[in-house]
């Protein structure tokens, strides 16, 4: 049960009534906490390069780098000979297995990530990975794998040869960001940028459990957005996230990315400007605004644009360093949640050097639908102290947490309206370089965040990489 009463603890073994007698005190729900239970090694000498400012098996957008299926975790990473590996183990065991899966990535290009998602219809494993505006490897294991962790022995020849394709299908040459979601009905879909940074359309392909589908494309790289400082007439979607909530509604969060440089107040800064949210109630075949307005069908000839009313529920010009891809969750009643990131007005109008202004002077926000309807944001008054991004999570009880640049957790509670927010944990002893991956799908299974780091180096020098686990409220 979600809730817990002090009514229960009082008259077990008494008989009770179907409700609480008028008066009866509930007990209230626990605000955000972290544990510690412990941290396990996948790789003492992981690859270590930095590119873009982060390293590749360490960027937060990766959507899934550490997952929970059926009571095993999964990871997956490239070794120091440049192997992509995917490791497995019980959850709370202290040992991983891993299998190389027999593909060696290929430049020192932080993008390039591996990411991982289950479909549910034939228990297979799928990788997308080593992918920056041009072609992908595709692998996927025998049906069955994830389905009979235990019986099934984890090994190379549980996994299909890479493939240029997704069984023959094949997407687009400029190909970016893999991101698999599993439909509530147990397809496994797949959202991909096509085309290049500041000149992209987002696109959906779905696995049935048999064949693969291409949905198409259903953002818009067209239209002018003019800012005080000039015009640009192309641009990318980059989103936060793409996730379904208990409901089977689609959220995705996201900001612009404009082509054309002279949108901004000076050079050194980056073109991203306003957050924007949509949803889908049909598996991402069509697209609405926050009113519920139809902005866009995918594959169709209308597409979500920079034009579109009611799209932005956070205006940010582009002279503050706007973060691209951060992060999104959904609460227990299936309000969207998001951290954004930015440096704030009140430390100047116009950043001329988006590294060490965010590093100087960036913070990061929680934006979310609240009860009422509305938008809502706190600031969380920890400085990022970093460029790179912030993940969001929410626990049972809806409590909020950001896993913070080196591997800091802060939290707010939902009693507080989310307004609360304080340091939680602050990284000691970690070493950890920057942005983190974090397991999204194990806090529903058994209320354990597992963060997914690697340890600071320098040059080419390889690293440790870690999973640390914490207990959240039970």
Same mark, same amino acid.
């Given at each position: ?138 692998? !996927? ?161 209308? !597409? ?171």
């Amino acid at each position: 049960m979600r809730r817990r009463t002090l009514l229960g603890a009082a008259l077990a073994g008494a008989v009770t009534t179907p409700a609480l007698a008028a008066g009866t005190a509930r007990a209230a729900d626990p605000g955000p906490s972290v544990t510690r239970t412990g941290t396990t090694t996948l790789d003492s000498r992981a690859i270590f390069f930095v590119s873009y400012d982060g390293l590749v098996n360490n960027n937060s957008f990766q959507k899934n780098g550490l997952l929970t299926y059926r009571g095993h975790q999964y990871a997956a990473w490239y070794t120091a000979d440049r192997s992509a590996v995917v490791g497995r183990r019980a959850l709370g065991g202290g040992t991983w297995s891993t299998v190389k899966v027999g593909h060696t990535l290929r430049y020192d290009d932080s993008h390039n990530v591996i990411s991982m998602g289950v479909s549910r219809a034939d228990g297979r494993l799928h990788l997308n990975m080593d992918s920056h505006s041009d072609g992908f490897t595709y692998v !996927k294991s025998v049906a069955g794998l994830m389905d009979d962790p235990s019986g099934l022995s984890w090994t190379a020849s549980r996994f299909g040869a890479p493939q240029s394709t997704l069984d023959g299908l094949a997407l687009t040459s400029q190909f970016t960001y893999p991101q698999f979601v599993s439909t509530p009905e147990g397809r496994l879909q797949l959202s991909y940028r096509a085309g290049v940074s500041g000149n992209g359309r987002n696109a959906l392909a779905e696995y049935d459990g048999t064949r693969w589908t291409a949905l198409g494309e259903w953002s818009a790289a067209t239209g002018t957005y003019t800012s005080e400082h000039g015009s640009s007439t192309a641009r990318n979607m980059y989103l936060h996230g793409i996730d379904y909530d208990r409901g089977g509604r689609l959220h995705a969060f996201f900001t612009w990315r404009e082509q054309n440089g002279a949108v901004m107040c000076g050079g050194g800064g980056i073109t991203n400007h306003d957050t924007g949210y949509v949803h889908s109630d049909d598996r991402g075949r069509t697209w609405r605004n926050d009113a519920g307005t139809v902005v866009g069908t995918t594959g169709g000839s209308d !597409k979500v644009a920079v034009s579109d009313a009611g799209l932005v529920v956070d205006a940010l010009g582009p002279d503050h360093s706007l973060m691209n891809q951060e992060s999104q969750a959904t609460d227990s009643a299936g309000r969207p949640h998001a951290i954004i990131s930015y440096v704030p007005g009140r430390f100047g109008q116009c950043t001329t050097d988006y590294v060490a202004d965010r590093t100087a002077n960036g913070r990061a926000f929680h934006l979310r639908k609240n009860a009422s309807g509305t938008w809502q944001k706190t600031e969380i008054p920890i400085p990022l102290n970093s460029s790179q991004r912030t993940r969001l999570i929410l626990d049972r009880y809806d409590n909020a947490y950001a896993i913070l640049p080196f591997g800091r957790i802060a939290g707010a509670s939902k009693a507080s309206g989310h307004t609360d927010w304080k340091l939680l944990f602050d990284g000691a002893g970690l070493n950890a370089f920057g942005e983190v991956v974090v397991d999204e799908t194990r806090i529903g299974q058994d209320g354990v965040l597992s963060v997914l780091y690697q340890e600071k180096s320098s040059g080419t020098t390889p690293s440790a990489l870690h999973v640390v686990d914490f207990r959240l409220p039970a």
